[in-house]
């Protein structure tokens, strides 16, 4: 290949990465707020917190979204019952699926040809995935949009950092266990780094609620969450409890906080949700340009 012939191919490039950026800020800009959702390790329940938060603020009347940007696990498809779906292009774009109570949900499973076909891919790739997956997904105008990361604080959560600059903030899950405690401060101290403002601390699985005699029994301890907040002083939102029909509902693809709209765990969400609205006004005042 020579000089000129590689500078053409350079050219063609960066008009494409020009053009992918313009169209980024335009979905983007139809989408009143992003929140990331981290957690500083695996296992805690951080996409079953995100499908429900998602589903809560759904049913108060809000446009939601659902981005699952965990390449390598993605879980959203199966706990909305949306497992073996299919994104459908057209030449505006690839349009998320329809999921429960309207939502509109995009993931990378829903370009795979089989469920069970893996995602082997190093960085660079990861990066092009994250900004498509914002860029050309025909999301339509979203009074939120929730974005499953995955845990850790690799490439995909540092990609939404550079690609959502405008984000709102991101929300962490952790559990009750001195273990859990350790590694989210890793993901604290990366949140503050890339100057992403958090939201606050959700701590799942705190507690089991006897559905018999109402006793709560700390499994896992309790408190750890708020401990943990208190000591990095952030905002702590919430404690979810434990409830065995959470991880059944889960795997039948139904959201717990639509089927079991009075139990402890869904009031806990709702508590959570009110936090996050507050948030959200007031982030929208201080952005607001002065009058």
């Keep these: 290949m020579n000089e000129a012939e590689n500078s053409d191919l350079t050219e063609t490039f960066m008009n494409r990465m020009r053009e992918q950026q313009e169209l980024l800020r335009y979905r983007m800009k139809q989408i009143k707020h992003k929140i990331a959702v981290i957690s500083g390790k695996g296992g805690v329940g951080k996409s079953t917190i995100t499908v429900n938060l998602a589903a809560a603020f759904a049913m108060l009347g809000k446009q939601v979204g659902i981005l699952d940007a965990d390449l390598h696990g993605p879980s959203v498809p199966r ?10 292009v057209g030449p505006p774009g690839a349009f998320p699926v329809k999921g ?3 939502m509109k949900v995009i993931s990378i499973d829903f370009f795979l040809s089989e469920e069970h076909t893996p995602t082997i891919w190093r960085g660079p790739l990861k990066m092009t995935a994250i900004r498509q997956l914002l860029s050309d997904i025909v999301w339509g105008e979203l009074d939120v949009l929730f974005i499953d990361l995955p845990p850790g604080t690799g490439d995909e959560p540092l990609s939404i950092a550079q690609l959502l600059p405008d984000i709102n903030g991101v929300i962490i899950v ?18 503050r780094r ?26 896992f301890q309790s408190g750890g969450g708020k401990k943990l907040a208190e000591e990095a002083g952030v905002p702590f939102l919430g404690s979810i409890p434990l409830d065995p029909r959470v991880s059944m509902d889960s795997d039948k693809g139904a959201l717990f906080v639509v089927e079991h709209a009075d139990s402890p765990v869904a009031k806990a969400f709702s508590k959570i949700v009110k936090k996050v609205e507050v948030y959200l006004k007031e982030n929208e005042k201080s952005s607001a340009p002065p009058k």
């Design 194 to 219: 890339l100057r992403l403002p958090i939201i606050g601390i959700v701590e799942n699985m705190s507690g089991f609620v006897c559905p018999k005699c109402g006793e709560k029994i700390d499994i």
């Design 79 to 88: 706990l909305l019952g949306l497992a073996g779906q299919q994104a459908r």
């Design 174 to 191: 952790t559990m009750p266990s001195e273990l859990s405690r350790a590694v989210v401060n890793k993901a604290i101290t990366f949140a």
């Design 100 to 102: 429960p109570l309207g």
